[in-house]
Every structure is written in C-alpha cells, then in structure tokens.
C-alpha cells in the first residue's frame, strides 16, 4: 500500500468516525430504555465519545506525518 492509499484510507475512516460520533446518542436510544442499564448508559456514551475523539485524533496524527513524507 501506498502512501496515498493509507492517506485515503485514514481520511475514509475519519469520515465514519465522525458520523458514529454525531449519532452516538441516538445509536444509544434502545440502550437508554433499558431499565436495568440506567445511569450506566452516560458513562457508556462519554467512554464512546472519549474513545472515538481519540481514535480520531491518533488518525490525524498520522495522516499529518503521511502528508509530510509524501511532499
């Protein structure tokens, strides 16, 4: 693989990332209605939210030094 295939690749990624992000809660609703989850759900979603900003974060990371090579 090349580098502009991993850049393409990353910056795909990063796309379904911040889709599932925009729509973690309401991805989230049949688990909220679950009485025996409740107050778990919020820690849940804030885990959810915390892992994908950071997965997001290490991508652009990456794709900034794969831009960086390429030049």
């Known amino acids: 693989m090349g580098i502009d ?3 393409k ?12 992000l925009e729509n ?5 609703t049949d688990i909220r209605l679950d009485p025996r989850l ?7 979603e ?3 939210y915390a892992y994908l900003k950071t997965w ?6 990456i794709l ?3 831009k960086k090579e390429k030049k």
């Open 38 to 44: 409740k107050g778990l759900v919020d820690d849940l």
């Open 56 to 61: 997001i974060k290490s991508n652009n990371e």
């Open 5 to 7: 295939d991993a850049i």
């Open 24 to 28: 973690l809660d309401e991805q989230l």
């Open 64 to 66: 900034k030094i794969l």
């Open 46 to 48: 804030n885990l959810f």
């Open 9 to 20: 690749k990353l910056e795909t990624s990063n796309q379904g990332l911040k889709v599932i």
